[in-house]
């Protein structure tokens, strides 16, 4: 493996976050994941995510002076990246609802309706995905606000926190 010098790794870096900024926001790469479902565009998302997680290895990622070792360690980080997207991403039906509505609820604007409001492309986010997930299984938007943007990321740092630790998740 080659030994990155003291600045190159970053300047390294740098040229890969500069290749990928021009090529994922071309037109066509654009239009092409817009016409995705949303696991469909959630899944290469997520993949390139991690892929870039265990890649980064490669040029000496390190979390706290721990060298990123393996794919247990980058799937724990994947995992805690996933839950801050989460929080931040602001793109969910949930979102789309609030923005068109001020409120959480609003009976003319449901989570299963507001797919018109929202682009594709936005809801194969990662709270988009979580949202779209929890609207399926309980149809209230407080309650999938709460399960979305409270319960899950909790969930997920709490696993992606072990893994990344290098333990197995045991429930005793």
């Not at 696991?39 to 990622?61: D, K, P, R, T, W």
């Amino acid at each position: 493996m080659y030994k990155f010098g003291k600045y190159e790794k970053y300047l390294a870096l740098a040229v890969i976050f500069a290749v990928l900024g021009f090529l994922l926001t071309e037109a066509s790469f654009i239009s092409w994941l817009n016409s995705l479902t949303d696991l469909e565009g959630f899944a290469f998302y997520e993949a390139l995510i991690l892929i870039f997680i265990y890649a980064l290895s490669f040029i000496g990622l390190t979390i706290h002076n721990k060298k990123v070792t393996g794919i247990r360690q980058a799937v724990g980080l994947w995992l805690i990246v996933f839950a801050f997207f989460i929080l931040v991403d602001w793109t969910s039906c949930g979102i789309g609802i609030v923005t068109q509505t001020g409120t959480w609820t609003n009976p003319t604007i449901t989570s299963q309706s507001c797919t018109s409001i929202v682009p594709s492309i936005y809801t194969q986010s990662e709270d988009g995905v979580v949202w779209t997930f929890w609207a399926m299984v309980v149809n209230s938007t407080y309650l999938d606000r709460l399960l979305t943007y409270v319960i899950t990321p909790f969930a997920l740092v709490l696993v992606g926190g072990l893994l990344a630790k290098g333990r197995k998740p045991e429930l005793k």
